[in-house]
């Protein structure tokens, strides 16, 4: 498992306004990982304000060029997002996630949750409205979507799942959980969450594991619970 990243004293630090060197994960050679923040947008939308890749300048380590993203998380999930730091490796990065050759693990809170302790579900899915592609639904003649999701704890009316996405589609596990009867806790747009005041998205993505170099094992990263979920989690019998 990966180590916090120390930054390196051999150049200069720049100013680091999103405090984005401590939330770094793993860093070597060829990759960063961090652990993005809730709230935080990857890239620029239509309402504007500060983003990931407007920061990615301070991640350089002395560099010639910015470090840049392989994925992407939404605005509201926290967790393990990976960055290659060249071109070569944005390539195979690329490679990978195509294939499906990456394991990625996400913890949620749901409101109720499945019967079973273990299982599947497998719904396609396209656009509610095609000027808002992010806007997804369940649709027969949507793209194969498909997500594995283990129970780690019961309590109180919710559930804590582990998810593991087969597939990647835009907002997948947060439709998949909606349309299955155990919305994601805090989500204001396929559950009841209110756009205001709400608890925030109890989603984030608690681990990945890279096969990046098939001479070497995998590389592999682990994120802590955002601040605001941790107190759902606790309940549910995670323990810090």
Not at 64 to 82: Q, S
Request: proline letters at 11%; one cysteine or more; hydrophobic letters at 40%.
């Amino acid at each position: 498992m990966s180590r916090p990243a120390s930054p390196s004293t051999d150049h200069p630090v720049p100013p680091d306004p999103l405090g984005l060197i401590p939330r770094l994960i793993h860093r070597d050679a060829n990759i960063l990982i961090l652990d993005k923040p809730a709230g935080l947008p990857v890239h620029k939308g239509p309402g504007g304000g500060v983003t990931l890749s407007d920061q990615l300048h301070v991640l350089r380590f002395g560099l010639p060029r910015d470090p840049e993203l392989a994925h992407r998380l939404d605005k509201d999930t926290a967790g393990c997002l990976v960055l290659g730091r060249h071109r070569r490796a944005l390539e195979r990065l690329g490679l990978l996630f195509k294939r499906g050759e990456v394991a990625k693990t996400y913890w949620a809170v749901v409101e109720g949750g499945p019967d079973a302790d273990a299982g599947e579900i497998d719904l396609p899915l396209a656009p509610r409205d095609p000027k808002r592609g992010w806007w997804m639904k369940v649709a027969p003649g949507g793209q194969p979507s498909l997500t594995r999701f283990t129970i780690l704890g019961r309590a109180g009316g919710r559930a804590w799942l582990a998810l593991e996405p087969v597939t990647g589609r835009t907002h997948q596990l947060r439709v998949h959980c909606a349309e299955t009867g155990f919305p994601i806790l805090g989500d204001t747009i396929y559950g009841s969450a209110p756009r205001r005041g709400g608890p925030g998205l109890h989603l984030f993505a608690r681990s990945i594991v890279l096969p990046y170099d098939p001479k070497r094992e995998p590389v592999r990263a682990e994120a802590q619970p955002p601040d605001h979920m941790r107190e759902a989690l606790a309940a549910l019998g995670w323990a810090a």
